[in-house]
Nanobody, 115 residues
Framework: QVQLVESGGGLVQPGGSLRLSCAASEFTIISSAITWARQSPGKGLEWVSTIYSDGSPYYADSMKGRFTISRDDANTVYLQMNGLTPEDTATYYC??????????WGQGTQVTVSS
């Protein structure tokens, strides 16, 4: 199974921004839909955003207007997150394809929003 590598997480204050990256070395990411999901402590996996091969982005309602998903020609998909709140604290994962709980999620990158 193809697995992608997430990076870019960290500690940020409320209202701050982070940009997460999702990369693959042996998989042509640019030709596939890529999905971001997150899991907060004690909660289930939550869909965040998907970008399709034609560049069409889709977002969960709570992320609209704050998060932006994009892709470049270097086999990387990004998730720009602005206006972060403590409720965004979670481990963020990416995987190829549309959202499904059984997707081959990567190891994740931790995002902590706290003052």
């Amino acid at each position: 199974q193809v697995q992608l590598v997430e990076s870019g997480g960290g500690l940020v204050q409320p209202g701050g921004s982070l940009r997460l990256s999702c990369a693959a070395s042996e998989f042509t990411i640019i030709s596939s839909a890529i999905t971001w999901a997150r899991q907060s402590p004690g909660k289930g996996l939550e869909w965040v955003s998907t970008i399709y091969s034609d560049g069409s982005p889709y977002y969960a309602d709570s992320m609209k207007g704050r998060f932006t998903i994009s892709r470049d020609d270097a086999n990387t998909v990004y998730l720009q997150m602005n206006g972060l709140t403590p409720e965004d604290t979670a481990t963020y994962y990416c995987a190829p394809g549309p959202y499904r709980a059984s997707a081959p999620w990567g190891q994740g990158t931790q995002v902590t929003v706290s003052s």
